[in-house]
C-alpha cells in the first residue's frame, strides 16, 4: 500500500514562539524520547509550508502567471471583464486580487519556512543519537529550498521585496523593500547551504515528495542562470561570472565534477561576518567535521535522468527519476476519507469544471503536432481526440469531458486515462530533470561551448525521437524525417535551438511567462501575439481578444506591489515603475 506524506497538522504554527515551544529546557544529558518530540514538532513545521504548496492559492497562482499570461495560453476569461481578464490584457490596477494573492501566498509561505529554519538552534539532541544532527539538516535544507522558491516567485513577480527576518515580533516596524540584487543573493545563499543539507540521492516509495539533492541543485542551477540572463534587471549585474558559476554547478549536478565545500558555497568570497566554525554549527554540520576544503562528491549528485515522455505525464510516473520538485496529491474520496490532498489544479484543464480558471494552447502549441512527436501528447482539437491514440491500455476511451476542448484546442499534456482515477490524485511538478539539462545547454553555450550545449540538448531532442518506436509509432507526425538530432552549430543557432526545446518540452508547465521575461523577450511574443489574436482557437465564437495589445514595455515585465502593501506600511514599501 502506497503511503503518502505531508498529511498535515498545522496546530503547532499558531502558538506564541518558536523560540518556547522548541526550547526543552536541559536536565543533565538530553533523553532521545525528548528530543524526538521535539524534532517531531519539527517535521510538523515542515510538513505545513508543504501544506501551503498544495493549496490553489499557491498553484492557481503559478499557472496564471507562469503560464496563463505568456503566448503558450488563451482563457474562458480572456473576455469576460473579470479581474483575470483584465490581468491578462493589461487593464489591472493595483488592487487586482489575483496580484494581491500572489504576493500574500508567497510571504505566508516565507513565514511558515522561516519558523522551521528558526527553529532548529532550539533543538537539543542527545549525540549518542546517530541520526539527530542528520535529520535535523535534512529538513533544515528543505526548508531553506522552500523559502527559496517563495522568493523566487516574488523577485521574479514584483522585483525587489521585503526580506523577512527568520524571527520577528508582530509590533516590529515595517521593512522596506530590498533590491533585486539583495533578494537574489539571499535566495542563493540559502540555496548553496540547503545543497551541503539535502538528503545525496532520491526519496523513494514512503518518502517520496521529500526535498532531495536533485531539487536543491537543479533550483540552484535556474537562481543562477535568471540572474545571469539580460532580462533579469539588476542593478550590478557580473553576468559572465553567473554564467561561470551556473557551470560548476551544471558540471557537478549533470556530468558528476566534484567540487569542494567552499566551491558551492563560495565562503572565501562571500562570509565576512561568520567564522567556518560559526557556520558549521548554524547548519548542523559539527558532528561532520567537514573543513572548505572537504569534497562534495559528484557523484551523490547525478541521481536523476530522463524517463520515456509518454510515461512521464502518467500518475504511474510519480515521482520517478526525472522529477526534481513534486507536491503529492492523492483522492481520498473513494475511500470515505474526510481529508482533502486533492489537486484541484487540472480542473482547469477540464471542460465540465474550467468555470474558475481555463487553460487552453495557443494555434502556435498546437502547430507544434505537425512538427514534433512532443506535440501529440502535448496539445489536440476535438478530431484529435477520437484517434485510438487516446485510448488507454486497456482500449477505453478518454472521453473528451476530461479536456478543456470546448474551446478549440485542449492540453492533452496532463489527460488522465480512464484506468488510472481522477485528475485529482495528478500531482503538481515544478521542475524536472530535462529542465535542468535544458538549463546547462543554455549554460554552455553562453560560456563559449556549442558543442558541449548541442550534446546536453540532444539528449533531450533524443528523449523526443524514442516516440517515433514507441506503441504510437503509428500517429507520429507525417514529416518526422525533418525531425534529427541538433548539429554542433555557431552561438545564435545554438541559442535558438534551445528556446525552441523549451517552448515544446515545458509546454504547460507555468515557466513560459518568466521564460520570455528573463531572455528580455517579453515585448516581442506579446507584440507578435497581438497579431494573432483573429487565429484563436475559439474564433468562431464572436468573441474579440486583446492579448498582448496594451502591453507596456519597460513596465508590465513585474507586476505592481499590491496597493494594500503600500497603504500598511505608510509608503515605507514603494511602488514599481509604472504604476
Not at 88 to 117: C, D, H, M, P, W
Not at 462 to 485: C, E, G, H, V
Request: hydrophobic share 35%.
Amino acid at each position: 500500500m502506497k503511503k503518502y506524506i505531508f498529511n498535515l497538522i498545522a496546530f503547532v504554527l499558531v502558538l506564541p514562539s518558536c523560540s518556547d515551544f522548541f526550547e526543552v529546557e536541559p536536565k543533565g544529558s538530553i533523553e532521545v524520547s525528548d528530543f524526538q518530540s521535539q524534532l517531531n514538532n519539527l517535521r510538523i513545521s515542515l510538513n505545513a509550508v508543504y501544506n501551503l504548496m498544495q493549496s490553489t492559492d499557491y498553484q492557481y497562482s503559478e499557472m496564471i502567471f507562469g503560464e496563463c499570461m505568456s503566448d503558450n495560453a488563451y482563457t474562458p476569461q480572456d473576455n469576460d471583464g473579470s479581474e483575470l481578464c483584465q490581468l491578462l490584457n493589461f487593464q489591472f490596477t493595483t488592487e487586482n486580487s489575483y496580484i494581491l494573492t500572489r504576493y500574500k501566498t508567497n510571504y505566508r509561505g516565507i513565514n511558515l519556512a522561516n519558523q522551521v529554519i528558526s527553529s532548529v538552534p532550539q533543538l537539543n539532541y542527545n549525540e549518542n543519537y546517530s541520526t539527530g544532527a542528520q535529520e535535523i539538516r535534512y529538513i533544515l535544507g528543505q526548508a531553506k529550498t522552500l523559502r527559496v522558491l517563495f522568493y523566487f516567485n516574488l523577485v521574479r513577480s514584483f522585483g525587489g521585496v521585503p526580506i523577512q527576518p527568520e524571527t520577528s515580533k508582530f509590533n516590529t516596524t515595517v521593512i522596506p523593500r530590498s533590491t533585486i540584487d539583495e533578494v537574489y543573493a539571499y535566495i542563493e545563499k540559502d540555496l548553496r547551504e540547503a545543497c551541503l543539507l539535502l538528503y545525496k540521492d532520491r526519496y523513494k516509495q514512503d518518502d517520496a515528495g521529500q526535498l532531495s539533492i536533485g531539487a536543491g541543485l537543479g533550483l540552484l542551477m535556474k537562481v543562477l542562470v535568471y540572474q545571469a540572463s539580460p532580462g533579469t534587471d539588476l542593478e550590478n549585474p557580473d553576468r559572465e561570472a553567473k554564467w561561470q558559476e551556473a557551470k560548476e554547478i551544471g558540471a557537478l549536478f549533470i556530468d558528476g565534477v566534484s567540487l569542494t565545500y567552499d566551491d558551492i558555497l563560495k565562503f572565501s568570497e562571500r562570509y565576512n561576518d561568520e567564522t567556518w566554525e560559526e557556520l558549521c554549527d548554524r547548519l548542523v554540520l559539527t558532528d561532520q567535521k567537514p573543513t572548505q576544503e572537504t569534497v562534495f562528491p559528484g557523484s551523490v549528485a547525478n541521481v536523476h535522468s530522463l524517463v520515456k515522455w509518454d510515461e512521464l505525464f502518467r500518475i504511474s510516473s510519480h515521482f520517478c527519476e526525472e522529477s526534481l520538485i513534486e507536491i503529492n496529491h492523492y483522492d481520498y474520496s473513494s475511500a470515505g476519507s474526510n481529508i482533502d490532498e486533492k489537486n484541484y489544479l487540472y480542473q482547469c484543464f477540464n471542460e465540465n469544471e474550467a468555470y474558475d480558471i481555463g487553460v487552453v494552447p495557443t494555434q502556435a502549441i498546437y502547430d507544434y503536432r505537425k512538427s514534433d512527436p512532443r506535440g501529440l501528447y502535448t496539445a489536440a482539437a476535438q478530431a484529435d481526440m477520437n484517434s485510438n491514440f487516446f485510448k488507454d491500455e486497456n482500449g477505453d476511451q478518454v472521453t473528451l469531458e476530461w479536456f478543456n476542448i470546448g474551446y478549440g484546442y485542449a492540453y492533452c499534456k496532463y489527460m488522465v486515462y480512464p484506468s488510472e482515477g481522477t485528475v485529482y490524485e495528478r500531482n503538481y511538478r515544478i521542475m524536472r530533470y530535462a529542465e535542468a539539462l535544458l538549463f546547462y545547454a543554455e549554460i554552455l553555450n553562453e560560456t563559449g561551448d556549442q558543442e558541449g550545449a548541442t550534446t546536453q540538448l540532444n539528449k533531450v531532442r533524443q528523449r523526443a525521437m524514442d516516440l517515433f518506436n514507441s506503441d504510437d509509432a503509428t500517429y507520429i507526425p507525417a514529416n518526422k524525417n525533418n525531425f534529427t538530432l541538433y548539429n554542433i552549430a555557431p552561438y545564435e543557432e545554438v541559442k535558438k535551438n534551445i528556446q525552441n526545446e523549451r517552448r515544446i518540452e515545458l509546454a504547460g508547465e507555468f515557466d513560459r511567462w518568466y521564460d520570455l521575461q528573463r531572455t528580455d523577450q517579453l515585448y516581442d511574443a506579446m507584440k507578435t501575439l497581438a497579431s494573432k489574436n483573429s487565429e484563436a482557437a475559439d474564433k468562431n465564437s464572436g468573441k474579440p481578444r486583446w492579448r498582448g495589445t496594451y502591453f507596456k514595455r519597460g513596465v508590465n515585465e513585474l507586476m505592481p506591489i499590491p496597493q494594500e502593501e503600500i497603504t500598511i506600511s505608510n509608503g515605507i514599501i514603494t511602488q514599481n515603475f509604472g504604476y
